[in-house]
Every structure is written in C-alpha cells, then in structure tokens.
C-alpha cells in the first residue's frame, strides 16, 4: 500500500474504534430498554477491510401505561443511555430532549395523582371550603405552587 492508503486504512481503523465505542455506550446505559443491538453502515478501506463509519441503536422511548413512577425510571435512563457517549450526536440530543418532556409529562401525572389520593384520604373536616373572601387570584396561586411541590417519595430528578 502506499503512504496515502495507510494512512486512509488508520483514519477508517480509528473511525470504526469511536462508532464501536459510541454505540456501545448506548448499549451499556440503555440496559433492558435497548430493543435492538447496534448497526453499522460500512465503508471498504483501501485494504479491502470493511470499517464502521456510522451505527445506530434502538431504545424504546414509549411511556410506561398508567405507571407514570416506571415512565420516570425509563425517561431517565433514556436520557442517560442518549447522552453516554463522550460526543452524543445531534439526533442522540433529539432522543434525550424527547426523554425528558416524557419524564416532565410523568412527574406532573404523579404530582396530579397525590395530589388526589391526599384530597381523596383527607378529613372532610380538614378541608377547607373556598370562601367568597379569599380573592380568586389567591387561590389560584396557592393552586398554582401546590402543582410545583416535589413529589417526597420518588427520589428521581429530572437531570439525575
């Protein structure tokens, strides 16, 4: 071969080393939700070997039906999985992003579901009625910053 072609068969030998390593740092923090093994496009180097030069991995990113604790658990680890290699591509930004407007979805169904089970379980002696004289704006603050309390008992954050 000459000078050009080795260093062509280097640059593909390296190529292949950081797609290989990229897409099994998917695979590694995807755990039980990667649906698919990795994929390679290949190229044929100048010394008739073949080099990955693209790959992908498939994950499921549906919501966990009516167990929006489990969507938050999966959310996460979607999100982990897109960003665990050392330089996440543009679609593997586009896959966390969508993984935390779920994780965001099942937090607020969790938080709405407490919030039920608390007004479900209460004394009706404790609660209390909504009076003339509380100005409605008052009340919908007090709403409002109800909707926003952490769930206590989840112990998983958004950017965790």
């Known amino acids: ?3 050009e072609e080795q260093r062509e068969v280097e640059e593909l030998r390296a190529r292949d080393r950081e797609v290989r390593a990229h897409e ?24 008739g070997q073949q080099y990955a030069v693209a790959g992908e991995v498939s994950i499921d990113t549906a919501e966990v039906p009516d167990d929006p604790r489990a969507t938050i658990e999966k959310g996460l680890t979607v ?6 290699p050392a330089d996440p591509s543009p679609q593997d930004q586009r896959v966390a992003a969508e993984a935390r407007m779920m994780v965001a979805k099942a937090q607020a169904e969790l938080i709405q579901q407490q ?10 002696a404790d609660k209390q009625p909504t ?6 704006h008052q009340r919908l603050e007090q709403r409002f910053a109800e909707f926003f309390i952490p769930p206590s ?3 998983l954050n958004l950017f965790a």
Request: aromatic share 6%; net charge negative; no cysteine.
């Open 115 to 124: 919030n039920e089970e608390r007004s479900a379980d209460a004394d009706p």
């Open 131 to 136: 009076s003339p004289e509380v100005p409605q």
């Open 24 to 47: 099994q740092a998917h695979i590694a923090a995807g755990g039980r939700y990667v649906t698919r093994a990795a994929s390679y496009e290949y190229t044929v180097g100048p010394d």
């Open 153 to 155: 008992s989840t112990g």
């Open 1 to 3: 071969m000459t000078a």
């Open 79 to 84: 999100v982990r999985a897109a960003l665990a």
